[in-house]
């Protein structure tokens, strides 16, 4: 499976922005997903998750609140949805999947990465 990151783009702080990971080669609708950020000079870091079947999701503290994390087996496609944007959301986002249904929070536990989407929020 191979996974393509898009919806980044550059907002003004308070603003949305929704991104999609799609699937592509076979189906992912079996696997977790995950979100994760780096920005420059800093480690990458989980974002959000979300187990197989859409039921269960779990957020940094940082972003609970105001990220929504959702998928749609049928278009092979993971959403998160950005409210309240702020300044230091400003990174690289990239969506993640390993050959397993459980949501989990390490980058080293995913092992298929899409390109990453560019977001940037200005003051």
């Known amino acids: 499976v191979q996974l393509q990151a898009c919806g980044g783009g550059l907002v003004e702080a308070g603003g949305s922005l929704r991104l999609t990971c799609t699937a592509s080669?076979?189906?992912?609708?079996?696997?977790?997903v995950g979100w994760f950020r780096q920005a420059p000079g800093k480690e990458r870091e989980i974002v959000a998750a979300?187990?197989?079947?859409?039921?269960?999701?779990t957020y940094a503290d940082f972003v609970k609140g105001r990220f929504t994390i959702s998928r749609d087996n049928a278009k092979n496609t993971v959403y998160l949805r950005m409210d309240s944007l702020k300044p230091e959301d400003t990174a690289v986002y990239y969506c993640?999947?390993?050959?397993?249904?459980?949501?989990?929070?390490?980058?080293?536990?995913?092992?298929?990465w899409g390109q990453g989407t560019q977001v940037t929020v200005s003051r």
């Open positions: 080669g076979r189906t992912f609708s079996t696997y977790a």
């Open positions: 993640a999947t390993d050959h397993t249904p459980l949501a989990r929070s390490l980058p080293l536990q995913y092992t298929i």
């Open positions: 979300i187990n197989w079947s859409g039921g269960v999701t």
